[in-house]
């Protein structure tokens, strides 16, 4: 049979003591008379002697299987393979250009500046010092890197401007505990308000007039930091609660005033949301399925039979298994069989059926999950290399 080749060595009670070989081919090996031929040097995968007794050599090829990317789920950034696999955003503003330039942590923990447009869809990675665009992510000519632009701040709990080096400190009126602030349009301020009834965002003159209030739905993710257009009536807000960060984008359509005090409408232009994914537990209401998906600790599957086992059929149980390079197959005993996916830094992974011959996998590193069907997975034949002594060293 045609395929990958896995091979372990097995003690004396059926444990698997060492993968002599995994996903290997012909040309891993010495080409005898009668087969294959490979050498064991005696130790087990720890890289210690095995004591001395009868082992067995035995394992399975792995004919050719589908892996087909079927979805991503929890992360609403991740709309294509090449997209960045973000798990948190840390900054963001409009450019000139009308594109965003989104300051951010990926799945890893190392920190990126990337192109967005206003949709939210990935445009590059903008080369820029982490320091400089973590102080404040600004105009990337190298003018403006030299001498960053105006920024309005909360420090020691009141909003201040920082400009050419110094600060301003700004007095705003009905504030309780402002989180975030930024500058707008004709240099007005955005502030993030605390109060006992909620969360709100208000917008001031520089001179502390009061303009306009955007209300919060307490039910909604709370904003935690806000970015102002300084060319139009648009915002950009960071919201949180308990295993969810949103990032949306409001556009003023009208503003009128009712008992003095300015009602606006606002219209959403951008939402993208980024769910926690540590656990599949935390996700497994989030995968888009009419009846909740059950992950399997092992699936069983029947093999294609060996000649020269006359043809006796043989079941298998698998299991998916993960490491630093992505998911792989795996035996119920331990022995790797076949590479599905190539995903570093794997948080987790599960599969089970849902009907049919394929099944699905569920990944995730944190940052997104990954839904994957694997097709032909039976295609697979158990071969016997037999019973050897080994003397111990």
């Known amino acids: 049979m045609d395929g990958a080749l896995s091979l372990g060595i097995y003690d004396k009670k059926g444990k698997l003591v060492r ?11 010495f080409v005898g008379l009668n087969g294959f031929i490979t050498n064991w040097d005696g130790k087990d995968d720890a ?9 067995s050599a035995r394992g399975f090829a792995v004919g050719e299987l589908s892996v087909e990317g079927e979805a991503y789920h929890g992360n609403d950034w991740m709309i294509a393979d090449d997209s960045p696999r973000l798990s948190r955003v840390l900054a963001l503003e409009l450019r000139a250009s009308g594109r965003l330039a989104l300051w951010a942590e990926n799945a890893d923990g190392k920190k990126q500046l990337v192109r967005a447009d206003q ?38 709990g009141k909003v201040v401007i920082v400009e050419k080096g110094e600060t301003h400190p700004l007095a705003l009126p009905d504030l309780t505990k402002p989180l975030d602030a930024s500058l ?15 969360t709100a965002v208000k917008e001031f003159s520089r001179a502390g ?7 919060i ?14 060319t139009s009536d648009l915002i950009f807000l960071i919201e949180e609660k308990p295993g969810l960060q949103r990032v949306r ?20 232009v951008l939402s993208k949301a980024i769910a926690a994914t540590d656990t599949f537990a935390a996700v497994a209401d989030k995968l888009a399925r009419p009846q909740p998906f059950k992950p399997e600790a092992k699936i069983r599957v029947r093999l294609v039979p060996n000649p020269l086992f006359q043809d006796a059929s043989h079941d298998l149980d698998v299991q998916i298994a993960l490491d630093a390079k992505g998911t792989f197959l795996r035996t119920a005993d331990g022995l790797p069989l076949r590479t599905l996916t190539e995903t570093p830094a794997l948080k987790w992974a599960v599969l089970g059926r849902e009907g049919g011959k394929a099944v699905t996998i569920f990944q995730s590193d944190g940052a997104v999950v990954e839904e994957f069907k694997v097709l032909r997975i039976a295609n697979t034949m158990a ?11």
Do not use: M, N
């Open 383 to 393: 071969f016997d290399a037999g019973e050897y002594e080994w003397a111990g060293k």
């Open 184 to 198: 707008g349009r004709e240099d007005r301020v955005w502030v993030i308000d605390q109060t006992a009834g909620g």
């Open 249 to 268: 984008g409001l556009a003023l359509e009208t503003a009128t005033t009712k008992d003095g005090e300015a009602t606006s409408t606002w219209k959403t």
């Open 119 to 156: 949709a939210g869809e990935f445009a590059g990675e903008i080369p820029l010092d982490p320091q400089i665009a973590a102080l404040a992510i600004g105009d990337d000519t190298a003018a403006a890197l030299k001498e960053p632009p105006p920024r309005a701040v909360i420090a020691e």
């Open 19 to 29: 993968v002599l070989a995994r996903e290997a081919t012909k040309k891993d090996f």
């Open 217 to 230: 739905d307490p039910a909604e993710p709370a904003p935690v930091r806000i970015f102002a257009s300084r």
């Open 209 to 215: 007039e009061f303009h306009r209030r955007l209300a």
């Open 47 to 55: 890289g210690k002697p095995a004591p001395a007794g009868t082992y």
